[in-house]
């Protein structure tokens, strides 16, 4: 066994080897090439690194490499470059980050049994390659974005920001700006992301219908082990020249990679929230870079980060401010709901303008962020509520099927007949869900006699779509395809609707209760329900011929609010500026970087004392004074599943002395030890704090 070779395999989180491992192997395998090695009594999926020069942890023995799947090209070296980052920058092991992405199915593979599956996939004999089919003519702007981003200094390194209207046309930019990849380097490939698994059927099928299904594969967790294999192959052998996925796709080996696309790119979907925290947006950033391949970040409310950047012109801003076929944005109404009865649900002057769509056969979305029929059932004589046992949350009381459930833990049982605590009969739902107000809106609009029909009034169609009603496979796109064939008047739904959805029939948006947003503790709060509301906005008169008559309702307590006040006007400039402002006034990011460090326990005060040592044993770690370490807190959400949570927060101006502080800490992080802790994370760039 002449050669010693460093490997990297999935060591456990918390077990301290974090490095690649050293492995003897008969022959010299190069870098990237994935092999299967022992490592205690299992045998596991490694792939070959660069040789290091650290020594092997005290009492681990240098074994031998099993087999080599070298029937398969080794991961390319930007790669494992990419890997390394992401690692390092996340505080997570090597191993851990380069096996996660990996498709799973590759573990349980030999090397007879993968070069089965590759010859499977080998290439059909050539195919339409290039013979995509020709898009429509592109508007003044799209032109100038397209020659932009597939012109001659595109991968100059710095990043586009596609700042591009709800409707003005971006996916037809990426589209064009794919084809035109295609056409300089037959063998380019592009990768496309979206922030979610639910808007990936529509895009693939625009990207298979331009250039073909053989040519397109999608990533992400609803596929199957075998179908994510498949496309992993496809893409890693250089076969599928577009990968389309969400945010796992980014670790995707694409040899190739010519054009990085990142969709709605504001979209917190971005950042994985377990294991290694990263944030796909920043990485693709990177990987960009690694392979001189421009990225373009698409989005119609940048995240406040993108657009400082853009400010700065470490990022290049492309603005295609108007929408398509002279469209116009819809007219936005507040809502001054102190100027109604008390506990009204929808204002009349809404109702009335709904009627009035449903009349004219046009349809109508309305919004609310919230799932069941109403988020607490109370007590009308004693104080009992519907707490969950196990968790600091209300259960939610569903009138379906008359259960209470615990959105966190998911504990569901069937509503009580009485109250628990006194035994009164009248136990009553508190505030509203997406249920009940598709029953009231149902039982208020009552009949219409709508355009199409035989004369006579029939009721008003009223759907919704929710994470309840989209439970099994396929039901989304089922209730999507009911709502663009016409056969829903009113479309009630949580934010899962307001994203990306390309609806034709839509002429009214309305937001039912938005407000709580601008009293969270969450200072991104804001940027999020801006953009939450500009994207449902998004959502009407996408079809041009009625987009002068669209509008958006918002029901608010604030009206006079400068969030709402910029919505009006759909100036995201004049909002990101105003939050800018004060960001940087409060040393907030952009303007400082952040990681947070969470405990989970049997106990708060365990979680807490775990913490409160890792702050103590940060000592003199920072010595330039760069870093700012808070005292520990429990978490907003303290208790899920009887387990008790509580975070750290770590600020810094400086990036670079944040990262290096991060680094030093890890291993004083490793070695403390609090009876009753369960599980601890660091979380770098963390999208709630
Ligand atoms: P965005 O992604 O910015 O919301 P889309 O790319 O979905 O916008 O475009 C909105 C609508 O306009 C789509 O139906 C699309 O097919 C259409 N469209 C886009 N560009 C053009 C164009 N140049 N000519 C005609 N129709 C277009
Ligand atoms: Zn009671
Ligand atoms: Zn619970």
């Known amino acids: 066994m002449p050669y010693s070779l460093s490997v990297v395999v999935a060591t456990p989180a918390h077990s301290g080897l974090r490095a690649a491992l050293s492995y003897r192997s008969e022959s010299a395998l190069a870098p990237g090439t994935l092999v299967r090695v022992p490592l205690g009594k299992r045998e596991v999926l490694g792939v070959v690194w660069e040789p290091t020069e650290a020594p092997m942890p005290a009492g681990i023995e240098e074994r031998s490499v099993i087999a080599a799947l070298d029937a398969l090209p080794p991961l390319a070296v930007a790669w494992r470059r990419l890997v390394d980052f992401a690692a390092g920058y996340y505080q997570r092991g090597l191993g851990e980050v380069a096996l996660a992405a990996l498709p799973p199915q590759l573990r349980d593979l030999d090397p007879v049994q993968l070069a089965r599956r590759l010859k499977r996939h080998k290439p059909d004999g050539g195919g339409a390659q290039g013979a995509a089919a020709p898009g429509p003519a592109l508007t003044p702007q799209q032109q100038a974005v397209l020659a932009e981003i597939a012109g001659a200094h595109a991968n100059s390194g710095k990043p586009y920001l596609l700042f591009g209207a709800t409707g003005s046309g971006k996916t037809e930019v990426y589209l064009q700006a794919t084809a035109r990849a295609l056409a300089a380097d037959p063998q380019a490939q592009i990768l496309i992301l979206v922030p979610e698994i639910n808007l990936t059927p529509q895009l693939l099928s625009r990207f298979v219908e331009r250039f073909g299904a053989g040519h397109v594969v999608a990533m992400h967790s609803g596929l199957t082990p075998p179908q994510r294999l498949a496309s992993w192959l496809a893409a890693h052998a250089a076969l599928a020249r577009i990968v389309l996925g969400t945010r796992m796709a980014v670790f995707a080996s694409m040899p190739n990679l010519r054009l990085i696309v990142v969709d709605e790119e504001h979209d917190p979907s971005y950042k994985q929230q377990e294991g290694a925290r990263y944030s796909a947006r920043d990485l693709a950033v990177l990987r960009g870079r690694l392979q001189a391949a421009p990225v373009v970040l698409g989005s119609a409310t940048p ?378 994370a660091v979380d770098v760039d963390p999208l709630a704090v």
Request: aromatic share 6%; with cysteine.
């Open 303 to 680: 995240s406040l980060e993108s657009w400082q950047a853009s400010e700065t012109g470490r990022y290049q801003r492309l603005a295609m401010p108007e929408r398509v076929g002279a469209g116009v944005l819809p007219e936005v109404r507040l809502v001054d709901m102190n100027l109604q009865a008390k506990r009204t649900l929808l204002a009349p002057a809404l109702l009335d303008a709904i009627a009035k769509r449903v009349a004219l056969g046009e349809q109508s979305l309305i919004f609310l962020n919230r799932r069941g029929y109403a988020p607490v059932l109370a007590c009308t004589a004693c104080d009992w509520k519907s707490d969950c046992p196990h968790c600091s949350a209300f259960r939610v009381f569903h009138k379906v099927d008359r259960t209470l459930r615990c959105h966190h833990c998911g504990l569901g049982e069937r509503v009580p007949r009485a109250c628990p605590a006194c035994g009164n009969v009248d136990i009553a739902p508190v505030g509203r869900g997406t249920e009940q107000l598709e029953e009231q809106i149902a039982e208020l609009l009552g009949s219409v006699n709508a355009p199409g029909g035989d004369g006579q009034p029939r009721p008003v169609r009223v759907a919704r779509i929710d994470a309840d009603t989209t439970r099994t496979k396929g039901s989304l796109e089922a209730q999507l395809a009911q709502v663009h064939a016409g056969n829903v008047d009113v479309l009630v739904g949580t934010q899962m609707v307001t994203k990306g959805h390309d609806f034709r029939r839509i002429t009214l948006v309305a937001a039912v209760n938005p407000d709580s947003a601008l009293y969270s503790s969450d200072f991104r709060a804001p940027e999020r329900l801006f953009s939450l509301l500009m994207q449902a906005a998004g959502r009407a008169g996408r079809d041009a011929a009625q987009a002068a008559s669209s509008q958006m309702w918002v029901q608010t307590w604030n009206p006079h609010h400068e969030l709402f006040e910029a919505l009006r006007r759909h100036d995201f400039p004049a909002f990101a500026a105003a939050q800018l402002k004060e960001r940087e006034a409060a040393g907030m990011p952009p303007f400082a970087f952040q990681a947070l460090v969470r405990a989970e326990a049997r106990t708060q005060a365990a979680a807490q004392a775990w913490l409160q040592a890792a702050r103590d044993g940060a000592e003199g770690l920072d010595p330039a004074g760069q870093v700012f370490i808070y005292a520990p807190v429990p978490m907003g959400l303290q208790r899920v599943a009887n387990v008790e949570r509580a975070q750290l927060l770590v600020e810094s101006a400086s990036r670079p002395a944040l990262q290096r502080f991060l680094a030093s800490w890890q291993e004083v992080l490793h070695g403390l030890r609090e009876p009753g802790l369960i599980r601890w």
